[in-house]
């Protein structure tokens, strides 16, 4: 299991000195109660840290950069409660490179209407001071999330709350490090990439390894530790004999469990977070690594198939971005395989050959071992189970030669009509918003992938802005969607992004 890390956020207060210091004293108490409140809330995924106020273009600049250098900061909550002269910003904001969320709310919920004079007037002035603040961010260019409304509000909460979560994802992006076990699916384009291009845009590190070092880990795994894994598997999962041999059932399971063990120690050896592997170059493996690999997606680590590692490497940031959220009902990497075509009854059926994140289950969870044609090995033990239903985000991480593009799709979850015995992989079924006709066609029209980083966790919005942060386009497939408006869009990108 990858470690969780405890990220801290920064609370800073704008003001300045004109007004007094009781003003400031005041200033002071009211960020250190909204600080205290937002910690309190239960909407928060993380813990802000109040900050002294600033009210210097020195103290701006250092608390910045502190910031930058601090590892457990990611990222600096602002808020302008008086009126604070911009121009003190600049250097801070120039120099500082982590995310930043504006928060444009007041102490007061009401205007004090029996008592307000030019004091209060003064002290409490952020909408004058938060539109001046805001000004400057226009004027540099520099990219933050705004947040407006009355800071003890459940929404307002639940939205810093959300700008938390991808935050951390924008953070951990330097951080994911993928292991492309053998190289692409041969012939394929969209799973290939610029390398480079992703670690100067994102801070992703993607490396080859041959097949057999990785075989190698593997065949150092203990039969008491793979032992030890298969009765856990057996207590945990139910086991689908249909008609097998038990005791050949049983070997099949074990060469996954010293396939899961041994290149979870792989990764963690090598400082990995994220792994590809490709059925055409599997080396010394008896199998195709499959319940092996959705376990490992289970315990945090980004996924792809065939080689398809900007999938991978997105699958682990918006694993992060959901860490510790409450009720999560999973993320996994995922594929598009063939429609329901019914009117009124249309979708698509979501799998692949075995990968799919067991997180994302409602319901037993099934060991199934089934002969796969692709990659000429044994029969792979594989877990087997139907999804959750409800809305979800179904990413696509696209190389167009001169940038990326996130295309983003809101999607529907579903049960199926009828149950499928004779398919022993684990499914998910849904449809396309605003509907299969209008989803499809600009799926196609983006270029978006047949793989795809899904999350029942996460929304549009936010993975939005973490393609915001990244610098790069991101278009949204969802119930506002028109072909006519969407293709003007790609358009208008074309020549912005370029």
Not at 65 to 86: K, L, Q, R, Y
Not at 225 to 254: Q, T
Not at 330 to 356: C, Q, R, W
Not at 468 to 486: C, K, L, P, S, W
């Amino acid at each position: 299991m990858i470690p969780q890390k405890k990220y801290q956020f920064w609370f800073c207060t704008g003001s300045q000195d004109l007004y007094g210091d009781e003003c400031l004293a005041n200033v002071a108490e009211h960020s250190g109660i909204i600080v205290n409140a937002l910690n309190a809330s239960g909407e928060l995924p993380y813990e802000v840290i109040w900050k002294p106020t600033l009210i210097t273009n020195e103290l701006i600049r250092r608390t910045f950069n502190e910031a930058n250098t601090d590892e457990n900061c990611a990222g600096v909550i602002t808020w302008m409660h008086t009126f604070s002269p911009a121009k003190s910003w600049i250097l801070g904001l120039q120099e500082f490179r982590k995310p930043l969320l504006h928060l444009h709310t007041q102490f007061n919920r009401e205007i004090p209407y029996d008592t307000i004079d030019m004091d209060f007037m003064n002290e409490n002035q952020a909408a004058h001071g938060d539109r001046e603040y805001g000004h400057i961010f226009s004027r540099l260019n520099k990219e933050r999330k705004i947040v407006v409304g009355f800071w003890e509000d459940r929404e307002v909460q639940k939205q810093i709350g959300s700008w938390m979560s991808t935050a951390v994802g924008v953070i951990e992006s330097s951080h994911v490090r993928v292991m492309r076990i053998a190289d692409n699916m041969r012939n394929v384009a969209v799973t290939e990439g610029d390398k480079v291009e992703a670690q100067i845009k994102f801070g992703w590190e993607v490396d080859a390894y041959p097949v057999n070092e990785a075989v190698e880990a593997v065949h150092a795994v203990s039969q008491a530790d793979v032992d030890a894994l298969v009765e856990e598997y057996y207590s945990r999962y139910e086991i689908l004999l249909e008609g097998r041999d038990e005791k050949e059932f049983r070997r099949h399971v074990a060469v996954q469990a010293q396939m899961e063990i041994g290149l979870e120690r792989f990764l963690e050896a090598k400082n990995y977070q994220a792994i590809v592997t490709h059925f055409g170059d599997l080396g010394g493996f008896q199998q195709l690594p499959g319940l092996a690999i959705q376990r490992l997606m289970e315990k945090g680590y980004g996924f792809g198939g065939e080689g398809d590692w900007k999938t991978a490497a997105m699958v682990r940031i918006m694993k992060i971005m959901t860490q510790g959220k409450k009720d999560a009902k999973g993320t996994s990497f995922m594929e598009d395989y063939t429609y329901n075509l019914v009117p009124g009854k249309e979708g698509i059926l979501e799998a692949h050959m075995l990968e799919v994140c067991p997180s994302i289950a409602d319901g037993p969870i099934y060991i199934k071992e089934q002969p796969l044609s692709m990659g000429d090995r044994e029969d792979p033990a594989r877990l087997v189970f139907t999804s959750k239903e409800g809305p979800g985000v179904a990413v696509s991480l696209i190389d167009l030669g001169n940038r990326f593009r996130l295309i983003i799709n809101e999607v529907d979850c579903k049960k199926t009509e009828k149950p499928m015995p004779k398919l022993p992989v684990a499914t998910n079924f849904w449809t396309p918003r605003p509907n299969l006709q209008i989803g499809a066609q600009a799926w196609i029209l983006a270029g978006g992938a047949h793989h795809t980083a899904f999350s029942y966790d996460l929304t549009a919005e936010q993975m939005g802005d973490w393609a915001e942060a990244m610098g790069i386009e991101a278009v949204y497939i969802d119930n506002n969607t028109t072909i006519r408006q969407f293709k003007n869009e790609l358009r208008w990108n074309s020549i912005y992004y370029r």
